[in-house]
């Protein structure tokens, strides 16, 4: 690291302990949609008892859970990041000639993504400092979070749900 990535980055890590002391101390709960992804699992786990990602899920989740609520956004998005892949990685590896009770459990682990990743927007709509300085310091998972809580895919997945 050459000096100006270094005093740039020891910047943005000051700019972000002072941001989390103006915004207050964390984020909003995920434990709802976390029980989603985990009910998910477990049914998957029955069905797939040797795919070690179903574990993983649970575990980055649960992590993700306590570090937003904790402030500790660095390495919550992080966390959210590695969700996000082991996620699709299991959708992608399990869906493939899957019955529709595995599809429906592999949408519900897709929604409970998706879920958090609204609740992110959410959160940053309400603190537009910590909204701009996620944009500056992180704009790839602003970017990311944002495709996943894109509300016409909430508006197409709530009408493919209605009997």
């Known amino acids: ?6 005093i740039q980055t020891g910047a943005m890590g000051g700019a972000s302990a002072l941001l989390v002391s103006q915004i207050g101390c964390g984020g909003t709960s995920v434990s709802g949609t976390v029980t989603i992804l985990t009910g998910a699992v477990a049914e998957l ?16 989740a ?14 919550a998005r ?29 949408a519900a682990l ?11 927007k959410e959160q940053g ?5 910590a909204a ?3 944009r500056t310091i992180a704009p790839q998972t602003v970017n990311r979070v944002n495709q996943l809580a894109d509300p016409d895919v909430a508006d197409k997945l709530l009408r493919s749900v209605k009997p």
Do not use: C, E, H
């Open 125 to 129: 709509q309400q603190t537009p400092l």
């Open 45 to 60: 786990k029955i069905l797939f008892p040797a795919n070690a990602l179903l574990g993983k899920i649970v575990s980055l």
């Open 132 to 134: 701009r300085t996620a």
């Open 110 to 120: 897709g929604i409970a993504l998706r879920t958090i990743a609204a609740l992110i």
């Open 1 to 6: 690291m050459n000096r100006r990535n270094f």
């Open 78 to 106: 992080t966390l959210f990041g590695n969700l996000d892949v082991v996620v699709s990685q299991v959708i992608s590896d399990l869906g493939v000639n899957a019955s529709t009770r595995i599809k429906l459990l592999l």
């Open 62 to 75: 649960d992590d993700f859970n306590k570090d937003w609520v904790a402030g500790k956004f660095d390495s």
